[in-house]
Nanobody
Framework: QVQLVESGGGSVQAGGSLRLSCAASGPIYSSNCMFWFRQATGKEREGVAS???????YYFDSVKGRFTISRNYGKNSVYLQMTSLKPEDTAMYYCAAARIPGRCTQESVEYWGQGTQVTVSS
């Protein structure tokens, strides 16, 4: 059974930084694509970043140049380093994983964490 547990959320002023962590357990391997999504109150969930089996990364336009996704294979963990935070980054952030190795589209996501709240004040 796959479990994804996020941590590291909190409140920060605009311009500040936070580092989110996601600890994976169960059958999640280096060949599974990992993702970060977020959902603000009253808005649809949106993708933030993804990391592929070979280590390549993809960022959505809203966070490019400010967020960095990384992975520690030994700890089976994924991280999201967030810098230059803006009030519009306020959201619940979710770690997610694709079930089928090598499948790296948002539609391939089948596992979700419970989320960690990030609040950025101006």
């Amino acid at each position: 059974q796959v479990q994804l547990v996020e941590s590291g959320g909190g409140s920060v002023q605009a311009g500040g930084s936070l580092r989110l962590s996601c600890a994976a357990s169960g059958p999640i391997y280096s060949s599974n694509c990992m993702f970060w999504f977020r959902q603000a109150t009253g808005k649809e969930r949106e993708g933030v970043a993804s990391i592929y089996p070979g280590g390549s990364t993809y960022y959505f336009d809203s966070v490019k140049g400010r967020f960095t996704i990384s992975r520690n294979y030994g700890k089976n963990s994924v991280y999201l380093q967030m810098t230059s935070l803006k009030p519009e980054d306020t959201a619940m952030y979710y770690c997610a994983a694709a079930r089928i190795p090598g499948r790296c589209t948002q539609e391939s996501v089948e596992y979700w964490g419970q989320g960690t709240q990030v609040t950025v004040s101006s």
